[in-house]
Every structure is written in C-alpha cells, then in structure tokens.
C-alpha cells in the first residue's frame, strides 16, 4: 500500500461526524498562488468571505454547523461496464503556450521516474505540458491525461500506478476526499500523489496530508512554482545545493571560447573566492592545460570513459589544482585514439561535479553532436562566444534559437562578442551584431594581441599579467553577472573616483 492507500474495510477519516468547515474564496490580491495560509480568527477554521444567505447587519453564526448551505448533490449512481468508457476522456491534453518571459527556476533536476497526471482543467494541462519540457524534467517519463479524479481511479484499476500520481480536482473538499479515497485503495507502495485543487481551504489541506497526499496546490499556478514542488518532493531542503554549470561554447572555430572560459573560470576563483571547476571536454585538443601551465596525468577522459567508478574520491584524484579555489578537469590534448563521447557519460561526469563543486565552467568544443546538444540543454547557463563577422553571426543565432527553444524555463544564452578590433577587418558593429539577433551581449572584449598573446605563451591569465587591463575588468564583472554576485569588490574603484573626492571635500570647506 501507498501513502495514500487505506486498508480494506477500514473507515476513512471523512466519514466520522466533525464539523463541516465552508471552503474561502481565493485569497486576497497579493497573496501568492498555491500556499496556503489560515484565515485569521485561529485555530485553521477559515471564516468565509461573503455568504449570499447572510443580509448585511446579520450576526455571522457561531459555528460552521449554523451556516445555511446549499444541499450537495446526490453521489451518482455507480455506471454499468458498457458507460464506464464513457467519462473517461481521451482526447489528447491542449499542447502548451510559450511563455512570455523567461525566469530562472530554482529547482534540482529531477531523478528518473514516472509522472502521469490527470486534469480536469485545459489551462492546468497545458502548465504540465510546458513543465515537462523543462530540462529538469529530461530524465523523467512525464505522460498528461484529461479526467481527473474519475480518470485516475477507472485506468489504475487494472494499471499499476507510477512513482508520482499529479491529480486536479475542481470539487470542493467532500466531493474531492470521497473520490480521493476511491483512488487510495488502488495506489501501489511508493506512489507519491500530488493534488492540485481550486479551493484554499485549510482543513482540506490538513486533511489531504492526514491521507498521505504529499503536496497540495491551489491554481493558479506557474511553471515555476509547480517545478520548486516536484523538486522538493524528490530532493531533501536539508542537502546541500547543486552546483551551478556554466557551458561555453564558439559560435565558430577560433571564436576564443576556450579564453573567455578559462579567465571567467579564474575570475570567479580570485574575485568571488568560489570554488570552481574548468571541465575541457574539447578531448584531442583541448587548452586548459597549456592555459594554466599544467601538464596532469590523469583528467576528464578517465572519468568520462569510465564513469561508473567516478565519485568523489577518484574525482579528487583526477582534479588538478591551479589555485586556492580553481581545479582543472584537464583534457588529455593527444591523438592517440579516436574520442567518441556519449551524452550519458557526459551527464554522470557533470552530476558528479555538481554535488561537489559550486561553479563548473565547461569548455564546450565547437561541434554538434548529442552530447554536446545535452550538455548545452543541461546548463544553467549558457555563453555563447563571437567574432563580429557573418559566419558568427549566422551562427550565433542558429545557437540562441535552438537553447532558448529547449530551455523555455531558463534564461537564454549570453552573448560575449571577442575579438573586436582587428586592423584591416572589416567587422560587424556590436550594434549591429545584437541587433540582428535580438540578444544584448554582456561582454565586447577588444582585441589586444600583445596581452593576450602573451598571457597565452607564459600560462597564465589575463589578471595575472596586467589586472587593470579593460579585458580583466570584463572577467570580473562577467563571473559576477553568470554567478550572481553583482556587487563589486570593496577595494575597486571608479576612474571618477578622485575626482568626486575633491569635489565633496570642496563641498564640505575641506
């Protein structure tokens, strides 16, 4: 049995005589959907809003019992097999609408089960429709009928049900635990049951969660508020947070994704003082050794090739540290056989990773295959590196439209533009650039061969050979933004700086 089932013949909660509570109305403008919350007077008894039956000047009753109620309808009789098929609609659920804006959710991935639920409403079958599009949502089976409770209870009689049943009930609180208690005795052990309803009611909540229903929503619901509960219900609030996966990748070979990657990754290291992880998945030639002066045994491809036997303390192993805070899933940069990757290696790696380390900055290779589109999807953030010039602008936005479509609930890519500058080239402007794709870019980073080319030679990073040089500023301050750490250091500051100095000691008669 289920936390929701009973046992045979056993007497459910509902049929010992209590005081009927009337169900509210939705709660006040400002309250947030979906939480419940007592009416104040105590003790979880919800006064009504408004009751048609009362003039105004009338006493309001002492008790509930003494609330005149409309009689509730007589149950229906139980259909004959030939119109049970009948009220079980089958019609497929309405395909969802995309947002109009885009938010970050913060929920857990979820682990691989199964989701059915049943609907009673459109629009809360669209809301789980959009919701299993989420990448969260990649490793579970998700399926959304129409029928509710009734649905439910008719398809598991000869169903066994899955690890979390989603149902939508649009009764008020008797009707809704009658029909509950028929589906209870049908619930397999381990099935989890969440309930969304349209009443904000808490005695029902009470008395959903004496049934062992796990959580009950009010609608309206977003997508974010509906994700947040899945994730809670699958992951402890007590655990510590997943780590934050920041995916880079070219908008074309030689785009320098591989450089913003490594000074970000640093700059997240020296400025915010965070644990990170440079993971180079660009396997036969990748940089991040030669870029922080490290030439490791052992790296990513041991892990990735093996990844049954990654876990912390081999990952321990594997990682080379470059600073205090910086390590490096180094790739091995050798031609000595063929690199052919799988998206599920890749996702053990970076799950791996998650629960040890806060920041993972990943070196994406600038190729397209089903590993590199799952890890891009699987991101929390994304950043996309250009040259002003139209191969990159094509591109880019071939890029930004394919993330954006598959990560609807998420941010979309960022833009950093690289390279600007050069003599003799004729380049797009940034104006134009951003114009043409509809994306801002959070970063342009001017082309300095000098500073570049000799960080690139001597190991080292941007802020190690000139720290106040406008490149390394722009790491700052992107480690900041993907991070969200906006404020800046307290030490820093503005060339305008001296000059507002004199001007208040001035004002002041200093």
Known sequence: MSDLAYKPGQLPPDAVEEQAAPETAPGPPGQEPGVMAPAPGGDGVQIPVSDPMLQPGDPMPESADAIPAAPAPAPAAAPVQAAEEAWVRTEQAPQPQQPLTATEVDAKPLPRINIQAFCEDDRTAALLQQASQDRR??????????????????????????????????????????????????????????????????????????????????????????MESLSNLYNEPGTDPLGSVISFVGAKGGAGASVICHNTAWAISQDIKSEVVIADLDLPFGTAGLDFNQDPVQGIADALFSPDRLDEVLLDRLLSRCSDYLSLFAAPGTLDRPYDLNAGACDTVVDVLRKNVPYIAVDVPHIWTDWVQQVLIQSDRVVIVAQPDLANLRNAKNLIEKLTAARPNDLPPHLVLNQVGIPKRPDISAKEFVSAIDIDAHAVIEFDAHLFGTAANNGQMIEEVSPKAKAAEQFRELARMLTNKTEAKSGSKSLLAPILAKLNMKRLGK
Do not use: F, W
Not at 169 to 180: G, N
Not at 195 to 201: A, P
């Open 137 to 226: 949502l990649a490793r579970t089976h998700v399926s959304v009928q129409m029928g509710g409770l009734e649905a439910a209870s008719h398809y598991y009689r000869d169903a066994p049900t899955p690890n979390l049943i989603i149902i939508e009930s649009m009764h008020k609180r008797d009707a809704m635990l009658m029909d509950l208690d028929r589906l209870a005795s049908q619930c397999d052990s381990g099935t989890k049951v969440i309930v969304i309803g349209h009443v904000n009611d808490v005695l029902l909540y009470r008395e959903l969660l004496q049934r062992g229903v796990s959580e009950y929503m009010v609608m309206p619901l977003s997508v974010s508020q509906l």
